[in-house]
């Protein structure tokens, strides 16, 4: 019967947290440097952008790009935890006095899926949201692109800017129809380069086809004057299905919360949903994943007596497994997006493949 060494899972735990968060810590400095360095080259070309905004477009960025390393971060936790312990024969110790590997491993796997969980209802929703700011930024300080969309449960809104002057766009509800894009209590704000207000068109209904709208049953207000109603009225517009398809939300971009919001009511709306599915299906085995990051180090490391030399060799390979497994992943979330593979399988696979390679190994090393 495994029993539970309350004193030996404490420091085993206190050991993994420590290395985590100082790996975690390097790793997030590095990749703020190398994000504000490639925003700074991007940004070259405008003028007008400083370098406390690149810095701060670099530090929104950090937490998405964060979460993205963090299997990376408890595959090397681990593995570092493992090479402490042996060089200072802590691990013969603990293996002599009849430790099983299971009772080893749990209060690592235990910190780690509590990582997970808090990733996914705390950090997560912080992370969307900033990641949020950093792509409107990107839009329109260095990329200069003068459409932005926002859709939700309270309807559309569409920005289009052209020399100074803007076109607001409401709608109160929003359909997708073949290429088009059918709108209900449509109101059309046109504002000049001073954003003084210089027309308003409201209409009962309407539709975006190529290069314009065409509304039904239509006021047009222009102040100073008064309003003239037309049964049918066209307005050209830059706007198109593929810029509004193309202007939705990113799936980073919202929480893990706000995701199934998202994705029913776009599939009610006729829009594809797959991308928001995958990533949502994705965050919910980010803890698994996690946790079979653990089971692969402990494969690779879970050895005493080794040479500095044979160490070396384990955790070059061991990130080695680690990178395939990251490739591993892209690819079948490639497939899952083009609809090559369900998204479940799509979004489980790489989490129940790892951990099911790590028991194995680790299964036939303590029971074999």
């Known amino acids: 019967m495994n029993r539970v060494y309350p004193t030996l899972s404490i420091y085993l735990g206190r050991h993994f947290i420590v290395s985590f968060f100082s790996l975690l810590a390097v790793i997030v400095g590095l990749v703020l440097l190398f994000d504000t360095i490639e925003l700074m080259r991007r940004s070259v070309s405008t003028a007008t952008m400083e370098f406390g905004t690149v810095f701060n ?3 929104l960025k950090l937490p998405h790009t964060a979460q993205a390393t963090l299997p990376f971060v408890v595959m090397m936790a681990m593995m570092f935890v493992l090479f402490r312990l042996s060089r200072t024969h802590e691990l013969v110790v603990i293996r002599s006095a009849g430790v099983s590997v299971w009772q080893f491993l749990m209060p690592p796997l235990a910190l780690t899926a509590l990582l997970g969980v808090i990733n996914l209802a705390v950090v997560d929703p912080l992370a969307a949201t900033m990641y949020d700011s950093y792509q409107r930024m990107d839009d329109n300080l260095i990329r200069g692109q003068g459409t932005t969309l926002d859709i939700g449960e309270n309807g559309l809104w569409l920005r289009e800017t052209a020399g100074g002057a803007a076109t607001v766009v409401y709608a109160a509800a929003v359909r997708q129809d073949g290429d088009s894009l059918a709108l209900t209590k449509i109101s059309i704000f046109q504002t000049d380069n001073k954003e003084r207000l210089n027309r308003r068109l ?9 290069g314009a709208f065409k509304l039904e049953k239509t006021w047009d207000i222009v102040p100073g004057t008064p309003g003239a109603f037309h049964e049918t009225y066209t307005l050209p517009t830059s706007i198109t299905m593929s810029k509004v398809q193309d202007s939705f939300a990113a799936p980073e971009t919202m929480s893990f919360w706000e995701l199934p919001q998202f994705i029913r009511f776009s599939e009610a709306a006729g829009f594809s949903a797959r991308p928001h599915k995958l990533y949502w299906y994705s965050l919910l085995a980010s803890p698994w994943l996690l946790c079979a990051m653990v089971l692969i180090a402990a494969s690779f490391n879970l050895t005493s007596n080794v040479k500095l030399v044979g160490w070396t060799g384990r955790g070059v390979a ?3 497994v680690g990178f395939l497994l990251y490739f591993f992943t892209r690819f079948l979330y490639a497939l899952g997006l083009s609809a090559t593979l369900p998204l479940v399988l799509a979004a489980w696979a790489p989490a129940l493949v790892s951990s099911m ?10 029971d074999g």
């Not at 209904?205 to 190529?210: C, D, I, K, P």
């Not at 390679?357 to 303590?366: D, N, S, T």
Request: glycine share 16%; net charge negative.
């Open 57 to 59: 477009m670099a530090v």
């Open 202 to 210: 409201e209409a009962a209904s309407g539709v975006l086809v190529e």
């Open 318 to 320: 061991g990130l080695g």
């Open 357 to 366: 390679l790590g028991l194995a190994y680790l299964f036939h090393r303590e």
